[in-house]
């Protein structure tokens, strides 16, 4: 069965730092999504995009995260410079024409 | 307000118990609902969709109500693998985006 991969799969890093997550979508899935789940909380979409356009970054703090899918295929979040509430799972989906959202693994971000 | 409330929980319930989780959500303009669950430290995964005529998958039993904006999940006979968060979802737009409750906690008990 086809998944959504993700890597690293877990991030420790010290405030001020750069990360980086990287996403690989079901093949031909032409939606992608990036949410941030923080503990107790549901997922909430950071990002959103069709191909290699952004549909949706309405809730992306631009000032340092950024994300981007050149080539409509798999897709890079950066944040720079980490701060300590970003500490969370980030969440990428990926979802056909049928709209069901398939989640990879994820990545938990610890900020020191 | 959150624009999807549920319930967070803990449910303790025994095995082959019956459970029933609501949910209510804000914005009339919302188009489709889901159900999806969420084991421990994993990915969310979609356990069902919700449709007004409501609809049933096993011992999974899914009810929406547009009037009220009301969605619920009754599981019958409850099993230890049951145990996990139950995410309730809605979806709006022309992106289709989807927003998420904060999750019930389901732990079933031998």
């Known amino acids: 069965e086809a998944e959504v991969a993700q890597s690293p799969r877990y991030k420790i890093t010290e405030k001020s730092q750069a990360v980086a997550f990287w996403c690989d979508p079901i093949s031909g899935h032409a939606t992608l999504y990036w949410y941030r789940q923080i503990l107790g909380q549901g997922p909430e979409l950071l990002v959103q995009f069709q191909d290699e356009s952004v549909v949706d970054d309405s809730q992306l703090p631009k000032d340092r995260f950024s994300a981007e899918r050149l080539k409509g295929v798999d897709s890079t979040l950066k944040i720079q410079p980490a701060e300590l509430g970003d500490s969370a799972m980030y969440l990428c989906?990926?979802?056909?024409?049928?709209?069901?959202?398939?989640f990879g693994p994820g990545t938990r971000l610890t900020v020191l | 307000r959150k624009e999807v409330e549920q319930d967070p929980g803990p449910f303790n319930v025994p095995e082959g118990a019956t459970v029933a989780f609501n949910c209510t959500y804000s914005n009339s303009a919302s188009q489709s609902f889901f159900w999806y669950r969420q084991d421990c430290r994993k990915e969310p995964k979609l356990l069902m969709s919700v449709y007004s005529s409501g609809n049933e998958d096993g011992r999974f039993t899914a009810q929406l109500n547009r009037a009220s904006q009301y969605i619920s999940l009754l599981i019958r006979d409850s099993k230890l693998s049951d145990s996990a968060t139950y995410l309730c979802v809605v979806s709006r737009g022309a992106t289709n985006k989807l927003i998420f409750g904060t999750g019930t906690l389901l732990a079933v008990q031998p």
């Open positions: 989906a990926s979802s056909d024409r049928a709209n069901e959202q398939f």
